[in-house]
């Protein structure tokens, strides 16, 4: 089993472009996540999904698009990017909600905006 | 509201000594704490978590935690320190029935010869 998977690895933008972050994961779980991790800021939540069809905002949601058209699959979109999005993303994936179970986590994509 | 703050962002030891990383918690609920581990360019992994029950919890690696609930704190340790738990560290807490995971700052592990 590949667990959870993230593309790309790294990316640049430029102020204004816009981008996708593909997150998949074979364990058949229900629930993914999306956070953001900040130098001595710990991991943050941006959105999060209980089930295919479903999303729901986060602590920093702002700035961010999801969608779960697939069990495996969450993406993550960036509209139009700015630099204080400028940041590594990881993704999870989980039986049930983070509060209560083991989350199983990506390897991250380092996102810079110029 | 729950938090987590974990004192020390840096810690540095010898191999061979003691590990302590401290994590004191908030909550107004009966928690749930974890501990997981980030090695370099790589994802979080769980390294042990408390539910209810047995209050000392064992982890992977030889690690594990004490939940002590009159000092609010779930301080991770390691009696031997080796070079490759060189990692940052995060303390998280959860439990409430929203089932939101928050995270400390992390603590960044250095393990010198």
């Known amino acids: 089993n590949a667990g959870v998977t993230q593309t790309p690895k790294f990316r640049v933008l430029k102020t204004g472009q816009s981008m996708t972050l593909l997150c998949a994961q074979d364990m058949n779980h229900e629930y993914m996540y999306w956070y953001r991790q900040d130098p001595g800021m710990g991991l943050r939540l941006i959105h999060y999904?209980?089930?295919?069809?479903?999303?729901a905002k986060g602590e920093v949601p702002d700035g961010y698009n999801v969608s779960r058209l697939k069990k495996q699959n969450f993406l993550l979109g960036l509209e139009s990017a700015a630099p204080s999005q400028t940041s590594v993303y990881f993704c999870?994936?989980?039986?049930?909600?983070?509060?209560?179970?083991?989350?199983?986590f990506g390897p991250g994509t380092r996102l810079t905006v110029l | 509201a729950q938090s987590v703050t974990q004192l020390g962002s840096h810690v540095s030891v010898s191999e061979g000594a003691l590990v302590l990383l401290r994590c004191n918690y908030s909550s107004s609920v009966p928690p749930y704490l974890f501990w997981y581990v980030q090695y370099p360019n790589q994802g979080l992994q769980l390294l042990l978590k408390?539910?209810?029950?047995?209050?000392l919890v064992k982890g992977i690696n030889g690690f594990e935690a004490e939940f002590k609930k009159s000092e609010t704190s779930f301080h991770l340790t390691k009696p031997s320190a080796h070079m490759s738990d060189a990692a940052e560290y995060f303390c998280a807490i959860g439990g409430t029935s929203y089932g939101k995971l928050t995270f400390g700052q992390g603590t960044i592990l250095t393990v010198h010869p």
């Open positions: 408390y539910t209810t029950g047995a209050t």
């Open positions: 999904s209980v089930g295919e069809g479903t999303t």
């Open positions: 999870a994936s989980s039986t049930g909600l983070a509060g209560f179970v083991t989350q199983y």
